[in-house]
Protein backbone atom coordinates (compact mmCIF):
# COMPACT_ATOMS: atom_id res chain seq x y z
CA UNK A 1 0.00 0.00 0.00
CA UNK A 2 1.75 3.45 -0.77
CA UNK A 3 1.27 6.56 1.27
CA UNK A 4 -1.06 7.91 -0.99
CA UNK A 5 -3.41 5.57 -0.95
CA UNK A 6 -2.95 4.56 2.79
CA UNK A 7 -3.74 9.13 3.20
CA UNK A 8 -7.85 8.54 1.87
CA UNK A 9 -10.07 6.13 3.85
CA UNK A 10 -13.07 4.75 2.72
CA UNK A 11 -15.17 5.57 5.72
CA UNK A 12 -18.96 3.35 5.55
CA UNK A 13 -21.96 4.55 7.40
CA UNK A 14 -24.68 2.96 8.36
CA UNK A 15 -28.00 3.06 10.28
CA UNK A 16 -28.90 -0.54 11.86
CA UNK A 17 -31.61 -1.90 13.97
CA UNK A 18 -30.91 -4.00 17.09
CA UNK A 19 -31.34 -6.86 15.08
CA UNK A 20 -29.01 -5.98 12.15
CA UNK A 21 -31.18 -5.02 9.56
CA UNK A 22 -30.85 -1.84 7.11
CA UNK A 23 -34.39 -1.53 5.85
CA UNK A 24 -37.95 -3.21 6.64
CA UNK A 25 -38.76 -6.26 5.44
CA UNK A 26 -41.99 -5.02 3.46
CA UNK A 27 -40.91 -1.28 2.21
CA UNK A 28 -37.02 -0.91 1.86
CA UNK A 29 -37.24 2.55 1.41
CA UNK A 30 -39.66 2.86 3.84
CA UNK A 31 -37.34 5.05 6.75
CA UNK A 32 -39.41 6.07 9.14
CA UNK A 33 -38.18 3.68 11.93
CA UNK A 34 -35.03 5.56 11.45
CA UNK A 35 -36.48 9.37 12.67
CA UNK A 36 -36.77 9.27 15.73
CA UNK A 37 -33.12 8.17 16.29
CA UNK A 38 -31.80 10.04 13.29
CA UNK A 39 -32.08 13.80 15.13
CA UNK A 40 -31.07 12.55 18.81
CA UNK A 41 -27.73 14.20 19.41
CA UNK A 42 -25.58 11.35 19.04
CA UNK A 43 -26.56 10.64 15.86
CA UNK A 44 -25.98 14.15 14.63
CA UNK A 45 -22.43 14.23 16.24
CA UNK A 46 -21.65 11.11 14.89
CA UNK A 47 -22.44 12.07 11.27
CA UNK A 48 -20.68 15.83 12.02
CA UNK A 49 -17.71 13.41 12.74
CA UNK A 50 -17.76 11.87 9.68
CA UNK A 51 -17.94 14.31 7.13
CA UNK A 52 -16.31 17.04 8.48
CA UNK A 53 -12.73 14.54 7.62
CA UNK A 54 -14.57 13.78 4.07
CA UNK A 55 -14.13 15.53 0.31
CA UNK A 56 -16.10 12.73 -1.84
CA UNK A 57 -19.92 11.79 -1.48
CA UNK A 58 -19.96 8.04 -2.67
CA UNK A 59 -23.51 6.76 -3.26
CA UNK A 60 -25.63 4.60 -4.58
CA UNK A 61 -28.12 5.95 -7.26
CA UNK A 62 -31.33 5.73 -5.16
CA UNK A 63 -29.65 7.01 -1.74
CA UNK A 64 -28.27 9.86 -4.11
CA UNK A 65 -31.70 10.47 -5.18
CA UNK A 66 -32.96 10.78 -1.85
CA UNK A 67 -29.82 12.40 -0.34
CA UNK A 68 -29.70 14.59 -2.95
CA UNK A 69 -33.60 15.46 -3.01
CA UNK A 70 -33.86 16.91 0.74
CA UNK A 71 -30.65 17.35 2.08
CA UNK A 72 -30.02 20.95 0.02
CA UNK A 73 -33.83 21.87 1.34
CA UNK A 74 -32.11 21.82 4.90
CA UNK A 75 -30.02 25.07 4.11
CA UNK A 76 -31.44 28.13 5.46
CA UNK A 77 -34.50 26.21 6.54
CA UNK A 78 -36.00 27.57 9.80
CA UNK A 79 -35.54 25.71 13.05
CA UNK A 80 -32.49 23.46 11.29
CA UNK A 81 -30.14 22.30 13.55
CA UNK A 82 -26.86 23.82 12.76
CA UNK A 83 -25.52 20.17 12.39
CA UNK A 84 -27.88 19.22 10.10
CA UNK A 85 -27.20 22.32 7.99
CA UNK A 86 -23.59 21.55 8.37
CA UNK A 87 -23.63 18.40 6.44
CA UNK A 88 -26.31 19.82 3.99
CA UNK A 89 -24.06 22.16 2.78
CA UNK A 90 -21.02 19.84 3.17
CA UNK A 91 -22.83 17.49 0.60
CA UNK A 92 -23.55 20.45 -1.94
CA UNK A 93 -20.15 21.20 -1.98
CA UNK A 94 -18.46 17.83 -1.95
CA UNK A 95 -17.54 16.18 -4.60
CA UNK A 96 -20.07 12.88 -5.65
CA UNK A 97 -19.93 10.09 -7.48
CA UNK A 98 -23.03 8.30 -7.99
CA UNK A 99 -22.89 4.24 -8.68
CA UNK A 100 -25.31 3.53 -11.50
CA UNK A 101 -26.27 1.59 -14.60
CA UNK A 102 -29.31 3.79 -15.33
CA UNK A 103 -28.74 7.23 -15.09
CA UNK A 104 -26.71 8.91 -18.21
CA UNK A 105 -25.44 12.06 -16.30
CA UNK A 106 -25.86 13.79 -13.28
CA UNK A 107 -28.70 15.99 -12.21
CA UNK A 108 -27.03 17.06 -9.72
CA UNK A 109 -23.76 19.78 -9.22
CA UNK A 110 -20.30 18.59 -8.36
CA UNK A 111 -21.53 15.03 -9.26
CA UNK A 112 -19.61 11.98 -11.56
CA UNK A 113 -21.74 9.11 -12.68
CA UNK A 114 -20.00 5.91 -12.59
CA UNK A 115 -21.37 2.61 -14.18
CA UNK A 116 -18.30 0.50 -12.49
CA UNK A 117 -17.92 -1.59 -9.70
CA UNK A 118 -17.94 0.01 -6.44
CA UNK A 119 -13.87 -1.62 -5.65
CA UNK A 120 -12.56 -0.10 -9.07
CA UNK A 121 -14.38 3.19 -8.27
CA UNK A 122 -12.81 3.07 -4.76
CA UNK A 123 -9.43 2.77 -6.24
CA UNK A 124 -9.60 5.65 -8.69
CA UNK A 125 -10.75 7.77 -5.04
CA UNK A 126 -7.94 6.42 -3.89
CA UNK A 127 -5.28 7.28 -6.14
CA UNK A 128 -6.67 10.67 -6.50
CA UNK A 129 -5.52 13.77 -3.99
CA UNK A 130 -8.19 14.80 -1.29
CA UNK A 131 -9.87 13.81 2.01
CA UNK A 132 -12.26 10.75 3.04
CA UNK A 133 -14.30 8.98 1.06
CA UNK A 134 -17.52 9.08 2.63
CA UNK A 135 -20.66 6.30 1.36
CA UNK A 136 -23.10 7.30 3.02
CA UNK A 137 -25.92 4.71 3.94
CA UNK A 138 -25.56 2.86 0.31
CA UNK A 139 -26.25 -0.67 1.41
CA UNK A 140 -25.51 -2.29 -1.86
CA UNK A 141 -22.09 -0.15 -2.30
CA UNK A 142 -21.01 -0.15 1.29
CA UNK A 143 -21.71 -4.24 0.61
CA UNK A 144 -19.30 -4.61 -2.20
CA UNK A 145 -16.57 -2.81 -0.64
CA UNK A 146 -16.81 -4.76 2.40
CA UNK A 147 -16.92 -7.53 0.38
CA UNK A 148 -13.62 -6.35 -1.46
CA UNK A 149 -11.97 -5.63 2.01
CA UNK A 150 -11.99 -1.69 0.74
CA UNK A 151 -13.45 -0.46 3.79
CA UNK A 152 -11.12 1.42 6.19
CA UNK A 153 -13.50 2.60 8.77
CA UNK A 154 -16.68 1.42 9.79
CA UNK A 155 -19.18 3.77 11.17
CA UNK A 156 -22.57 2.24 12.33
CA UNK A 157 -25.40 3.77 14.30
CA UNK A 158 -27.56 1.58 16.31
CA UNK A 159 -31.13 2.00 16.74
CA UNK A 160 -32.77 0.14 19.82
CA UNK A 161 -35.65 -1.57 17.91
CA UNK A 162 -36.14 -5.16 16.10
CA UNK A 163 -37.41 -4.82 12.32
CA UNK A 164 -38.25 -8.46 12.56
CA UNK A 165 -36.51 -9.09 9.19
CA UNK A 166 -35.47 -6.83 6.07
CA UNK A 167 -31.76 -6.84 4.56
CA UNK A 168 -28.85 -7.46 6.67
CA UNK A 169 -25.75 -5.29 6.16
CA UNK A 170 -22.78 -8.14 6.69
CA UNK A 171 -23.29 -10.60 4.36
CA UNK A 172 -21.96 -14.47 5.10
CA UNK A 173 -18.97 -14.95 3.40
CA UNK A 174 -17.02 -11.75 3.99
CA UNK A 175 -13.13 -11.46 4.10
CA UNK A 176 -12.25 -12.51 7.78
CA UNK A 177 -10.29 -10.11 9.90
CA UNK A 178 -9.96 -7.92 12.84
CA UNK A 179 -11.79 -3.97 13.64
CA UNK A 180 -10.80 -2.30 16.24
CA UNK A 181 -12.88 0.22 18.04
CA UNK A 182 -12.75 4.24 17.94
CA UNK A 183 -15.00 5.48 19.65
CA UNK A 184 -18.49 4.78 21.19
CA UNK A 185 -21.44 7.39 22.48
CA UNK A 186 -24.52 6.51 23.70
CA UNK A 187 -27.82 8.98 23.75
CA UNK A 188 -31.24 9.45 24.15
CA UNK A 189 -33.78 6.60 23.08
CA UNK A 190 -30.72 4.03 23.75
CA UNK A 191 -29.27 5.27 20.40
CA UNK A 192 -25.93 4.16 20.15
CA UNK A 193 -22.70 5.17 17.74
CA UNK A 194 -19.83 3.09 17.04
CA UNK A 195 -17.04 3.71 15.12
CA UNK A 196 -14.42 1.04 13.59
CA UNK A 197 -11.42 0.92 11.57
CA UNK A 198 -10.17 -2.18 9.96
CA UNK A 199 -6.54 -3.27 11.58
CA UNK A 200 -4.65 -4.54 8.38
Known sequence: MTEQTAARR???NMSLSLDGRYARP???HDMSWV???AVTDVARDHLTSLWEPATTALLGRVNAEGFLGF???VIG???ADPRDEGFAKWLVDADKVVLSSTLAEAP???TTIADRPAAEVVEDLRAA???DILVLSSASVIKALLAADQVDRLALTI???FLGGGPCLFDDGLPAGRWSLVSQAAGEHGTLALVYDRVR
Request: charged share 20%; proline share 17%.
Open 10 to 12: VVT
Open 26 to 28: ADP
Open 35 to 37: MPY
Open 71 to 73: WPT
Open 77 to 79: MEG
Open 108 to 110: WER
Open 129 to 131: EGG
Open 159 to 161: FPV
